[in-house]
């Protein structure tokens, strides 16, 4: 058992084989009925087991995030590779068998708490590592870069972007005209809305999306030599998404679609992993690029600053209690420990204020820290006292700094002794509101990113465009939408301006970028069968022996299959074998899967019939690109239900096993598919 889980141990409370009592440990008798005046009578104020229990109650909600309202989270392990000591101090970087405790929060960013998974949004990617030298905590996104390069910006940002005021609406979403606006006229965002159209922004699941620290931060060794530093967490089964139909689908019929995958995977053993990157600069490099490595809106080019991959996090354990631990625990880009230092980035220097002042509110004042999901697991001694919900115990009579009558304790420590020393950069200047020149170019990055989209990813770019302005309901905002990004490309410029209704600028051009970087494209990311979600399709009279041995080719790969029929229970296929359907064709959908396979029968043709959702699963399915495999008579159904949409092939995905194939081989195609993801080749008619 790692330190966190044994120190969280001492909090944990299981109700099994306990009698009822109330908070202040007496029995209660009965917790039914109030206490009244007789039978029909009025209720007793003397109640204080109704009073306590209501009381509780009516206080049980604290305030949600400001932003990241609805995020889940989970424990794990981080281990790294090899030692880090050549480039910074930080202990838990230095001993490849030492395993660190983490916790990690995945979020939405605009949505309330209980808004949907799936929404077009960045995705909060929060690490809190529980190290032997304190807890340090890295607070990024699914997205290497943000909308704003100062913070000072980011109350209108929010703003922005919240439901609007006077009427609350839209719920988790961007696609209306006060965020717009914001963009149009803070065109330092060009680039995150690039990434934000992406399908970056609609992520498959939380196992499956990058992280990025977003911040320039340094690292600094023993010998106090620094370099600037970026993080990467790179999802070991790759980065995959939604198609936007889909997302949208998935928020009504499952809205908790990505907790679930989270919670259900590390349930089953799936463990989900993430291999740690760096990407460093030398400080004597800081000014060899044609960007300003301290700008939170632009990316280091991994062709560039090659990505080491230093490390790997494990999540191993979904939580006891969500609001104990996910909804308490508190991340801070400031909480860091010695070898781990910040920049000078403006964004990041206003977070290291905003995120200790939004606790005081939303965890009820400064002793956050002592809440079980944030105290670090070494010890803390220092002359912070008293405060709302204070729980150490403080015993003696000092509490300063310095004094004699305890000797001087606590006492500071020296450096050697693993005292935090802040990097002795020298700063001079005059105090100015502004931003540096080297800030000033907006677009060129925007424009590398969309160099670096395939045909495919180019199209949802300018699909999502098309959506989101087009809610737009001032004409003058989607005009200055259209007139910002022709500096990003013409073509997409001219694309949303046909959708919308507006012009393009005459004589409009698009920066001069001709660089592309292949890492920022999702096309080439590592592909694998593993924990891929399948929808078997049976009704009665199915061909057993053949459903069997695809079953076993699914399992067989780490392809999670699902039986999927007309009602719950067993399904007697032809020769009266039964099979157990987990779910039904009303309770679940193809939305829910990456994949599905159709087994062939006279009942399912049946049901087709009486159903419409269940040929809805098939032409949504084919819809979203994604594998669809049929046999016997069902593929004849298929191909009816298909053609017409697009390319209906083995190579794009649909696969057709007639009566008499070979099972087992049919299998082993339907992983082949499942592995590719999307089938995009079937839009090419």
């Known amino acids: 058992m790692l330190k966190k889980d044994e120190q969280l141990e001492q909090y944990r409370s299981d109700n099994d084989g306990k009698k009822l009592t109330t908070n202040q440990g007496v029995r209660i008798t009965d917790d039914e009925h109030s206490l009244k005046a007789g039978q029909r009578g009025p209720t007793l104020m003397e109640d204080f087991h109704f009073r306590e229990k209501m009381t509780h109650f009516d206080h049980e909600r604290i305030p949600e995030r400001i932003v990241h309202a609805r995020g889940y989270a989970a424990h794990g392990v981080f281990e790294v590779y090899e030692s880090m000591k050549e480039y910074t101090k930080a202990g838990f970087l230095q001993d490849p068998g030492a395993k660190t ?4 929060r995945f979020s939405t960013v605009a949505g309330s708490r209980g808004s949907g998974d799936t929404v077009r949004d960045a995705r909060g990617f929060a690490t809190k590592f529980y190290t032997e030298e304190g807890n340090y905590d890295l ?21 922005s972007f919240k439901p609007e005021p006077h009427n609350e609406m839209p719920q988790a979403s961007t ?4 965020f717009w606006d914001f963009v149009a006229n803070n065109t330092e965002s060009a680039h995150m809305i690039m990434w934000a159209m992406s399908d970056r922004a609609i992520p498959r699941s939380f196992r499956m999306m990058e992280g990025f620290g977003v911040h320039t931060f340094r690292f600094v060794n023993d010998q106090g030599k620094a370099r600037f530093v970026k993080f990467h967490w790179k999802p070991v089964l790759g980065v995959h998404s ?15 679609f990505h907790r679930r995958d989270l919670f259900e995977a590390i349930e089953m053993g799936d463990y989900p992993e993430y291999e740690l990157g760096v990407q460093m600069i030398d400080e004597e490099d800081e000014f060899s690029f044609d960007f300003d490595i301290l700008d939170p809106t632009k990316v280091w080019p991994e062709e560039q600053v090659p990505v080491k991959i230093i490390g790997k996090m494990t999540l191993n354990k979904n939580v006891d209690n969500v609001f104990a631990e996910t909804e308490q625990v508190a991340f801070h880009p400031g909480h860091v420990v010695p070898g781990i230092d910040f920049s000078n980035d403006p964004l990041l220097q206003g977070r290291l ?6 606790q005081l509110s939303r965890l009820g004042g400064p002793n956050f820290h002592e809440i079980p999901i944030n105290r670090p697991v070494c010890p803390f001694h220092n002359n912070q006292r008293d405060g709302m919900h204070r729980m150490t115990i403080d015993r003696g009579p000092v509490s300063y700094h310095k004094n004699s009558l305890q000797k001087g304790y606590p006492q500071t420590s020296s450096v050697e002794e693993g005292g935090y020393e802040h ?3 020298k700063v001079d200047g005059k105090k100015v509101r502004q931003r540096s020149e080297s800030f000033a170019d907006h677009y060129s990055q925007a424009r590398l990113f969309w160099n670096s989209m395939t045909p495919v990813e180019k199209q949802h770019i300018v699909k999502a465009f098309c959506f989101e302005v087009g809610k737009v309901k001032s004409k003058d905002v989607q005009q200055q939408v259209v007139n910002m990004f022709s500096n990003v490309d013409v073509s997409l410029a001219e694309e949303i301006a046909l959708s919308v209704g507006a012009k393009v600028p005459e004589n409009a051009a698009a920066v001069d970028v001709s660089a592309t970087s292949p890492a920022l494209s999702q096309e080439k990311t590592a592909k694998s069968p593993k924990t891929r979600k399948v929808a078997v399709l049976v009704d009665k009279g199915f061909d057993y022996a053949e459903v069997t041995a695809v079953l076993q080719e699914l399992k067989s790969a780490g392809v999670m299959p699902e039986v999927v029929g007309r009602h719950l229970g067993n399904v007697l296929s032809a020769d009266g074998q039964p099979l157990e359907a987990q779910k039904t064709f009303l309770t679940t959908d193809s939305v829910l899967y990456d994949g599905v396979y159709v087994a062939g029968s006279e009942g399912f043709l049946e049901s087709v019939k009486k159903m419409p959702e269940v040929a809805d699963f098939i032409t949504d399915t084919f819809k979203h690109f994604k594998t669809l495999g049929a046999s016997g008579i069902a593929a004849e159904l298929v191909v009816s239900l298909c053609e017409g949409k697009g390319i209906v092939s083995e190579e794009a995905g649909v696969l057709l096993n007639e009566a008499g194939g070979d099972s087992a081989s049919f299998g082993k195609k339907l992983v082949e598919a499942v592995t590719v993801d999307r089938h995009w080749v079937r839009v090419q008619q």
């Open 139 to 159: 607070v990024g996104n699914n997205i290497p870069v943000f909308f704003i390069q100062d913070a000072i910006k980011f109350p209108d940002l929010v703003h």
């Open 353 to 358: 204020f905003s995120y200790t002042d939004t």
């Open 242 to 256: 939604l198609v936007w139909d889909e997302a949208q689908k998935i928020a009504g019929k499952d809205p908790d």
């Open 175 to 178: 696609a209306h005209d006060t």
């Open 101 to 104: 405790p983490v916790f990690v």
């Open 423 to 425: 990097y002795q950069e």
